[in-house]
């Protein structure tokens, strides 16, 4: 763990210049940590050998170990365990140091990452720039995965190892988050991985990484063990032994912590909270999470499927089109109750389409006031004094409560005159309808670490040549706002890419091209006795847990 | 009963049918929910489906609390939208119940018809419509219903459709070997001689007959009809959750269950599990009076 | 019997042929699985591309038609989102549902027929009509609902089972196993006796209704008659007529039990095949939705054959028949 | 009757009730006979009459809601009314046998023949196994049925009915029973298997020295087999006596009646004599003389319960009987 080369470097963080030298402090506070759950760690081995030992109920299935396939939030929880990546993210979401002990831009479309010296693999082999590279070229191998890592690499055009400890990347055009593309991507060993098939991962026979565990068993839709990795190069887990247990339904998952099979759960029934907290036998961590919920609204002129008069006849103007209904939706909605009652609390109301604290964040933007009376007379303005009919739209079971979100925001437009009507569906179909453009006003939920990245996703215009808006439903289009996440995307200052991400957020949220309702807090509830950071990204690291 | 004394047929039924205690209370309690489901817009405190009637902030009162307007008393507490629980389930009621009649209905009328005429016609026909009905009877009914759903997505209509997929099955093969039993009697020949019109001897002569048997199968039906709807419900494949049916309510509630929040879970599950246990009773009293020999479930 | 066999079979390769159809279609109306599997920070080019892999770009009859041509050769795809072959991914999680199936049709038979037997012997009594009010509230009770109160009470009130999931597994030829250690038999207990619940009811019910018609008969009279004790008129002479209409139901039941257990495995978190069912509707799995259906399917034309041989071997009267 | 031998059977007012929804029925009202050893005594009546309900009584095989609520049934000069249930069991099949209607259903189609002959033996007697299928064998073999070590492990639905109704009385005589009651065991089998099993019953029961009772509808086969007979009527006897002098002088209206009804008894071309009316269940029969609807010589008194008279060994139930000037 040296001290970063300083000169021409410059750390990368999601808060680029603000906090210049947190590589630094990571290190110094990590240490400490460590120091402090090794004591921990070998007070509870001594009273009870079980102590060491780590049960976690996760809420989503692990469908596969191979650290490459499939980019969905549990298969790269689980790789977490056992894999590291160049750039690490930290509870709060900044970028730090990983694989890669810095990182700079030789000129603006070339990269340069400085590997950490005398990281061991699982087996033994040490970690060069070959399996780096390695890493790098093969997500696009997997051609069956139908949520590669793609996304993640097809930045870059060129690759080289200039020195077993340092790697230069190059992309076609200047791109500034790349650091966080590779917060993405796990280092697998060359040697272990090049001739392996999908199944040798989830065999556990390919399963050779760097990261604070190893493999021990998996039993599909049942559990995951690991054990620790002693030669880990950021310091010797608490636990002998982790074991993931996945239990999807909350109600059991919830009954397995109380009833003692695990130690700690993730994403707690908001049901639950309240009870959980006022039990001395039970620890809550909430952390505000990445995901901010929101609306997308067709804005396209002509006929909306889902709207129409009072009378149920189909509209032939589309009034989502005017701004003015758009805000008087977002008037309509009292967040503040929504988080209390429908969220239990486990929501901040929101502004921004990017959580507070991550990079792009815009504190300029202030949360819309509830305003009912505000939201009909900017109703009669757009000439619709008497609201019209509509329906929303939400997914059943994949953001926190959002069957109940979508309901109680149905209330809050009906008391201003929209009549309103609900339908909730299983993400099978509802993906795939709200992609068609088959909904007026449609649920989303969105976690990214970047503004700029969210931004051109969900309401860059949409062009298949580019890539962008591949999410904006409503297909909101504004060329200034266009313009802006472009030159966000394409600046490697870090500042000023952060200053052009928060001004496109700035337009494109006056325009109300999505209405934010809020940001959904993460939560995990563990046996008293242990602790947990909370982080931002959701994820559940067993490295991370820490006995008090 | 008044009518022990006379003699036709309905009052001997009636009189058997009545001669049981609990078969009488299932049957009061039947007719209750079914009254109060039917009347639930009458009787209901609250529109719970109007959304300009709840109000977010009177979410997860307890039983007995009052609405913060204060005009209403939720006596059987609110579920997390604020809904009045006791109109919910009302409400819930009349649609499990709608449900249950309108599919097995539906089915009966389709496996009736399939199964007269598989009786009545014989040759290809038959084999053809028990053939298909066979293959279905060895799917377990929840098999089939979650293909259907899954396949076809969650609504009133589909779940209906997919209830009576997974049911005309038994009335086809009850009403087929029926008429297979009537068709071979003398008088079935002798009302062909006369030169009656195969659908009169159908209506007139093989209908009454099968009727008993599939009463009871039907009974039986529309109470599985209800929990299964339910169950299909919990594992997300049921009814929009704008207008819960009991077992969607039931399922609402089912996250709350752990942390004490109790009643929006517990009263939807009794109303559910009354009716279900009220429909078998009857059936099962039904089974016993109209044809002792009818064995099994 | 050899026709038969293979009247059966070709009838089986047909419900599969309309059955795959079937989800094909299905799948093919609902929705695109790479809407919902596909890396959200992913572009329309990778999209394209992805869909072309899976050969979701094609016409569906082609798609159909590749299908078959695989499944003939005995391949019935990958899955989508476990890049497993899916037959294999099902198979891996086939124990475990027959272990719970098997577990809850063991608990139907040993709890069900011994209270049928009794509420049969005295069905005036206040025991027999406790069991049969009780029976019919086994039919009515929702399972999921039953299952959380199991947990409830028995994992988190009194702490004596555990709450979810499958327990410590030991391999018996290559098959684990959980109801042979401590720790699996008691996480198997709450799921089986809850995917049990509605069995018991129905052999309670069963075996009653077939007890007192049993208790009827002439051959009862005259075993009486012989001056037989009780214990042997019931243990022998009512058991063994009653059990025939019970094990074929049962058995028959048994394909019952194997799709129910999606609902108990979804509550007790038991990794089986139904909660990877349910899982794969979400995303669309198609390989995997097939292939399920496909083994069950197949399951329940053994089945089938399995109750005409357990049939014959209870009735003598069947076996004769058989024989000529 | 024949009071010089001692009566293996005696039964005195017997009564046997059932409880229904409309009422107490009396399925046997004030029945008294006696069977002596080696004799045969036909129980005569319609179906209905209860002459099955004496046999079951007898048995100790009354099951609630009926009862057996008066009188006296003693075996050998043994009280068996109001006998233990255990007691009752160990009489059952050992000293008291009784054969039913149906060879289809009496024998349990699910189990082989020996186990259900063996049981009989080892349910009184303290044998091996061995021991116990040595006698069902012989037993089998007494009764006519050809290679019965062979046989021993059929099933019943491999014989056929009148096989089965002897498999039923080789059953019935393992135990050598002082009583045999049969239930119209020969109804439902054709005219030959009738005839041959009657002969054999009467030959095996003179040998044993067992005493029969044979209820049946049937008045030819009464005339061929029994000793004495006793007619039935809606719960009560109506006349009993030796079998010359019951079928030869008749006294009551009713038995005079059915031996009319009986073809072989009718001349040639003349109608059959044909009772009027229903015959009628023990709960519709009307007070007083119960045959007094149907009956032609029916007057006021009628109505008030019949005495019985008896004249040498021969007893009726009648206020008007018949008489030979009366014919």
Excluded at chain 1, 135 to 164: C, H, W
């Amino acid at each position: 763990m040296r001290k970063p080369e300083s000169g021409a470097t410059y750390i990368i963080t999601g808060f680029g210049a603000r906090a210049p030298h947190i590589s630094g402090n990571f290190m110094h506070k990590t240490a400490r940590n460590l120091r402090i759950a090794l004591f921990a760690a070998g007070l509870l081995a001594m009273s009870a050998a079980a102590a060491a030992d780590l049960k976690i109920g996760l809420s989503a299935d692990v469908s596969s170990l191979d650290p490459h396939y499939l980019n969905i939030a549990p298969n790269i929880n689980l790789s977490s365990h056992l894999f590291d990546t160049l750039v690490l993210v930290d509870p709060n979401g900044k970028l730090v140091p990983g694989l890669a002990t810095s990182w700079r831009t030789v000129d603006d479309t070339t990269w340069e990452f400085k590997l950490r010296r005398g990281v061991k693999f699982h087996d033994g082999s040490e970690l060069t720039a070959d399996d780096v590279l390695f890493s790098l070229e093969r997500p696009a191998t997997l051609t069956a995965s139908p949520g590669p890592f793609t996304s993640y690499t097809r930045q870059i055009v060129d690759k080289k190892a200039v020195d077993p400890y340092t790697v230069q990347l190059k992309t076609a055009t200047p791109y500034g988050p790349l650091p966080l593309d590779m917060s993405s991507i796990f280092i697998v060993s060359k040697k272990a991985a090049q001739n392996a098939a999908t199944e040798d991962f989830n065999s556990g026979r390919a399963l050779v990484g760097t990261g604070p565990f190893k493999f021990a068993s998996f039993a599909r839709g049942d559990r995951v063990v690991l054990t620790r990795n002693d030669q880990y190069w950021g310091g010797k887990s608490a636990w002998d032994k982790v074991t993931f247990r996945i239990i999807t339904a909350s109600a059991p998952r919830l009954a397995a912590l109380l009833a003692g099979d695990v130690d700690m759960i993730e994403t707690v029934p908001t049901a639950d909270l309240a009870k959980l907290k006022a039990d001395a036998k039970f620890t809550l961590e909430q952390k505000i999470s990445w995901r901010t919920i929101f609306w997308h609204v067709d804005q396209q002129a002509h006929r909306s499927p889902f709207v129409t008069d009072k009378a149920g006849k189909p509209l032939d103007k589309n009034p989502l089109a005017d701004v003015r209904v758009r805000q008087a939706m977002s008037k309509a909605i009292d967040r503040k109750a929504m988080a209390a009652r429908t969220m239990e609390g486990l929501a901040l109301p929101a502004s921004n389409i990017v959580s507070p604290g991550i990079f792009g964040y815009n504190d300029a933007l202030k949360v819309e006031a509830y305003d009912p009376d505000g939201a009909k007379k900017l109703l009669a303005e757009a000439g619709y004094p008497d609201g019209f009919g509509l329906t929303l739209h939400g997914p059943n079971n994949r953001y926190i409560n959002d069957e109940r979100i979508v309901q109680t925001v149905a209330q809050f437009f009906s008391r201003i005159g929209i009549q309103t009507k609900v339908q909730t569906l299983p993400l099978s179909v509802y993906f795939s309808k709200a992609r068609a453009g088959e909904f007026s006003v449609a649920l989303l939920g969105w976690g990214t670490l970047a503004g700029d990245f969210g931004l051109r996703t969900l309401v860059g215009t949409p062009n298949p040549d580019t890539g962008w808006g591949t999410w904006n439903w409503g297909r909101y289009s504004n060329p200034q706002v266009d313009a802006l996440v472009k030159s966000a995307l394409s600046s490697v200052d870090q500042v000023k890419r952060e200053g052009y991400a928060k001004q496109a957020a700035a337009l494109a949220l006056k325009e109300e091209a999505v209405i934010p309702l809020h940001h959904q807090y993460a939560s995990w509830a563990m046996r008293r006795g242990l602790s947990y950071p909370g982080r931002v990204d959701e994820f559940t690291f067993a490295h991370q847990v820490r006995p008090q | 009963m008044t009518v022990a004394t006379s003699d036709t047929p309905l009052a001997r039924f009636l009189h058997a049918y009545f001669s049981s205690r609990i078969a009488v209370i299932a049957t009061l309690v039947l007719l209750l929910l079914t009254l109060a489901a039917i009347c639930a817009p009458l009787i209901a405190p609250q529109n719970p489906y109007d959304l300009t009637k709840l109000d977010i902030m009177d979410s997860r009162l307890e039983p007995g609390k009052v609405s913060s307007d204060g005009k209403l008393v939720y006596l059987m507490g609110t579920d997390e939208q604020g809904r009045d629980m006791l109109s919910a389930i009302l409400y819930g009621l009349r649609i499990s119940i709608a449900v249950g009649f309108a599919s097995t209905a539906a089915a009966l009328a389709i496996g009736l018809a399939l199964g007269m005429v598989a009786g009545y016609a014989g040759g290809r026909i038959e084999s053809l419509i028990m053939r298909v009905a066979d293959i279905q009877l060895s799917f377990p009914p929840i098999l089939i219903a979650l293909v259907l759903l899954a396949l076809s997505g969650p609504g009133v209509g589909k779940i209906i459709i997919a209830l009576i997929a997974v049911q005309w099955a038994y009335y086809a093969r009850t009403a087929r070997s029926a008429a297979l039993v009537e068709r071979g009697k003398e008088y079935m020949e002798a009302a062909a001689g006369l030169g009656l019109s195969p659908l009169r001897i159908v209506l007139r002569h093989l209908l009454p007959n099968c009727l008993p048997p599939l009463i009871v199968i039907a009974a039986l039906q529309v109470a599985s009809a209800i929990s299964l709807e339910a169950t299909l419900s919990f594992l997300g494949l049921g009814l929009p959750v704008t207008e819960p049916s009991l077992g969607l309510l039931i399922s609402n509630g089912f996250q709350y269950l752990l942390s004490g929040t109790y009643w929006i879970s517990f009263y939807p599950g009794l109303a559910l599990l009354l009716t279900v246990a009220a429909i078998n009773l009857v059936a099962d009293q039904l089974r016993d009076v109209l044809n002792p020999r009818l064995q099994g479930i | 019997m050899i026709t038969f066999l293979i009247r059966r079979l070709l009838q089986s390769i047909l419900v599969l042929l309309v059955m795959s159809l079937l989800v094909f279609l299905g799948v093919y109306a609902i929705g695109n699985p790479v809407d919902i599997l596909i890396s959200p920070d992913a572009n329309q080019a990778e999209r394209a591309r992805i869909i072309a892999a899976f050969g979701l770009d094609q016409p569906l009859w082609q798609q159909y038609l590749l299908f078959l041509r695989n499944a003939a050769a005995g391949n019935l795809g990958r899955s989508f989102a476990f890049a497993t072959p899916a037959l294999g991914l099902i198979l891996e999680r086939f124990p475990a549902t027959m272990e719970l199936a098997v577990s809850a049709m063991l608990l139907s038979v040993l709890l069900g027929i011994p209270l049928g037997l009794f509420a049969g012997l005295r069905p005036k009594g206040l025991a027999g009509k406790t069991i049969m009010t009780a029976s019919i509230l086994g039919f009515s009770l929702p399972t999921f609902w039953v299952g959380l109160m199991l947990i409830m009470v028995f994992a988190v009130k009194l702490g004596w089972l555990p709450s979810s999931g499958r327990g410590a597994t030991v391999n018996v030829l290559g098959v684990p196993l959980s109801f042979l250690t401590r720790d699996g038999l008691e996480h198997l207990l709450l799921p089986a006796f809850n995917l049990a619940l509605f069995n018991i009811a129905l052999v309670i019910r069963l075996t009653r209704a077939g007890t007192q018609e049993a208790l009827q008969q002439e051959y009862v009279r005259f075993a009486r008659a012989k001056g037989l004790r009780n214990g042997r008129i019931i243990g022998v002479h009512v058991l063994k007529n009653i059990l025939i209409p019970i094990v074929t139901v049962i058995a028959l039941q048994f394909g019952s039990l194997i799709a129910f257990a999606i609902v108990t495995e979804t509550v007790f978190a038991w990794p089986g095949m139904g909660k990877l069912i349910i899982d794969s509707i979400r995303v669309l799995d198609r390989p995997v939705i097939v292939a399920y259906l496909m083994l069950i399917v197949t399951l329940f034309i053994v089945i089938n054959l399995v109750v005409d041989v357990l049939y014959s071997l209870l009735d003598p009267r069947v076996r004769l028949a058989e024989a000529k | 009757m024949d009071s010089a031998r001692e009566p293996v059977l005696e039964v005195r007012n017997l009564r046997t009730e059932f409880a229904t929804s409309a009422g107490v029925v009396k399925a046997v009202d004030d029945v008294s006979f006696s069977v002596a050893r080696g004799q045969i005594m036909g129980l005569v009546g319609e179906s209905g009459s209860g002459k099955s309900m004496t046999g079951y009584s007898i048995m100790g095989l009354i099951d609630p809601p009926g009862r057996v609520a008066g009188g006296s049934i003693r075996l050998n000069g043994r009280e068996l009314v109001g006998l233990a249930p255990e007691a009752m069991r160990q009489l059952r099949g050992e000293r008291i046998a009784m054969i039913f209607q149906d060879p289809m259903m009496t024998l349990n189609p699910v189990l082989r023949i020996d186990t259900q002959m063996m049981e009989a033996v080892l349910a009184h007697h303290a044998v091996g196994r061995r021991r116990a299928r040595e006698m069902a064998r012989d037993a089998l073999a007494r009764v006519g049925i050809p290679a019965p070590e062979e046989r021993l492990s059929a099933y019943p639905h491999q014989f056929s009915g009148g096989m089965r109704q002897r498999v039923a009385i080789a059953i019935a005589l393992l135990n050598k029973p002082d009583l045999i009651i049969c239930d119209e065991p020969t109804t439902a089998l054709d005219v030959t298997t009738q005839n041959q099993i009657l002969y054999e019953m009467q030959t095996l029961c003179r040998e044993s020295g067992s005493a029969l009772v044979w209820i049946t509808h049937d008045l030819a086969v009464v005339a061929g087999l029994a000793d004495t007979v006793a007619v039935m009527y809606a719960g009560q006897l109506v006349e009993q006596g030796s079998v010359r002098q019951v079928l030869e002088q008749p006294r009551h209206p009713y038995t005079r009646a059915l031996i009319a009804s009986v073809p072989s008894r009718n001349p040639r071309g003349r109608p059959l004599a044909q009772i009027t009316g229903m015959a009628p269940s023990a709960l519709t029969a009307p007070s007083g003389c119960r045959f007094r609807d149907r009956c032609p010589r029916a007057t006021n008194i009628c109505a008030t319960s019949p005495p019985v008279d008896a004249e040498d060994g021969h007893d009726w139930r009648c206020f008007h009987p018949v008489f030979e000037e009366d014919r």
